[in-house]
């Protein structure tokens, strides 16, 4: 059963970035895509980007283009998501989950249990 | 960008009564529909995927319907720990989340 531990909460300024950790445990890291989700207060989910941990490469939404930087580190079995010049908007709770699919969907299971990112001056 | 509009928002229902939730994509997603339950405080959770296969460990009260841009989640006799908002999502082009519909005590 893959479990995903992320890092804890972190307080940040405007215009500096932030870097959330996933490691994964009891089950197969490399194969399957892992997405960042984020959240605000309130708000439904919003999908970030992801990576395939074995190839290496991210696909990133375009919202979040040029400001997310999510890699990977296979022997340690953890995801990484940054993100840069942050501003007030920013805050939310960050979720790492893993993709998975069959011929008729995708969907997210399971998932890290979030990380708080509060942007404030 | 697939849009997904959830109804309604939030409800208030009573222990033992049928709930029905829908989802409504911008554009046809065929099954490419997943349901998911998030309490205060928690991760959500996977209940529903591709439309109406139940996850594993979901109790068999929990149903889901619906193919192209219409989808429903019910919930066949509320229970109380059912007492949470409910997301759907669609995965037929990258991912979207409707914004969540609340069951509430009543």
């Known amino acids: 059963q893959v479990q995903l531990v992320q890092s804890g909460a972190e307080v940040k300024k405007p215009g500096s970035s932030v870097k959330v950790s996933c490691k994964a445990s009891?089950?197969?890291?490399?194969?399957?895509?892992i997405s960042w989700v984020r959240q605000a207060p309130g708000q439904g989910p919003e999908w970030m980007g992801g990576?395939?941990?074995?190839?290496?490469?991210?696909n990133y939404a375009q919202k979040f283009q040029g400001r997310v930087t999510i890699t990977a580190d296979e022997s340690t079995s953890t995801a990484y998501m940054e993100l840069s010049s942050l501003r007030s908007e920013d805050t939310a709770v960050y979720y790492c989950?893993?993709?998975?699919?069959?011929?008729?969907?995708?969907?997210?299971?399971?998932w890290g249990q979030g990380t708080l990112v509060t942007v404030s001056s | 960008d697939i849009q997904m509009t959830q109804s309604p928002s939030s409800l208030s229902a009573s222990v033992g009564d049928r709930v029905t939730i829908t989802c409504r994509a911008s554009?046809?997603?065929?099954?490419?529909l997943n349901w998911y339950q998030q309490k205060p405080g928690k991760a959500p959770k996977l209940l529903i995927y591709?439309?109406?296969s139940l996850q594993s460990g979901v109790p068999s009260r929990f149903s889901g319907s619906g193919s192209g841009t219409d989808f429903t989640l019910t919930i066949s006799s509320l229970q109380p720990e059912d007492f949470a908002i409910y997301f759907c999502?669609?995965?037929?082009?990258?991912?979207?989340f409707g914004q969540g519909t609340k069951v509430e005590i009543k």
């Open positions: 591709a439309a109406s």
């Open positions: 989950a893993r993709d998975v699919s069959s011929s008729t969907s995708n969907w997210f299971d399971p």
């Open positions: 009891g089950g197969t890291f490399s194969s399957y895509p």
């Open positions: 990576i395939i941990p074995m190839f290496g490469t991210a």
């Open positions: 554009q046809s997603i065929s099954s490419y």
């Open positions: 999502q669609q995965s037929y082009t990258t991912w979207t």
